[in-house]
């Protein structure tokens, strides 16, 4: 399975991602390609996405954890490595603790 989140695509690319994927929201693509076409996504859209798009895409993988994250840009959220499992950073308000 491939997920893809954008800020902003260029519309060459978003068309072309219509092909492989269904976007049930503006700029978020879901799939359940198999692994060998979902790393040639992936390299399309390194190749054709500039950073601005702010590209997250979410590939599975038969490993632990069953997910690897590929960004294209600096995402709103940023993201860690801890003991090789990539995660994203949530910051709680002050008001969400209580």
């Not at 997920?3 to 695509?9: F, H, K, P, S």
């Not at 503006?26 to 054709?48: E, M, R």
């Not at 632990?64 to 294209?72: A, S």
Request: charged share 20%; net charge positive; aromatic share 6%.
């Amino acid at each position: 399975m491939v997920i893809v989140i954008a800020n902003e695509l260029p519309p060459a690319v978003r068309g072309r991602m219509k092909l492989w994927f269904i976007e049930p929201r503006a700029n978020v693509f879901v799939s359940g390609i198999k692994d060998s076409v979902a790393q040639t996504v992936v390299d399309y859209l390194v190749k054709h996405c500039p950073v601005e798009s702010g590209v997250m895409i979410y590939v599975s993988q038969p490993k632990p954890p069953g997910y690897r994250i590929v960004t294209i840009g600096t995402p709103r959220k940023p993201q860690t490595t801890i003991d090789g499992l990539q995660l994203i950073v949530e910051t709680l308000n002050s008001s969400e603790l209580q």
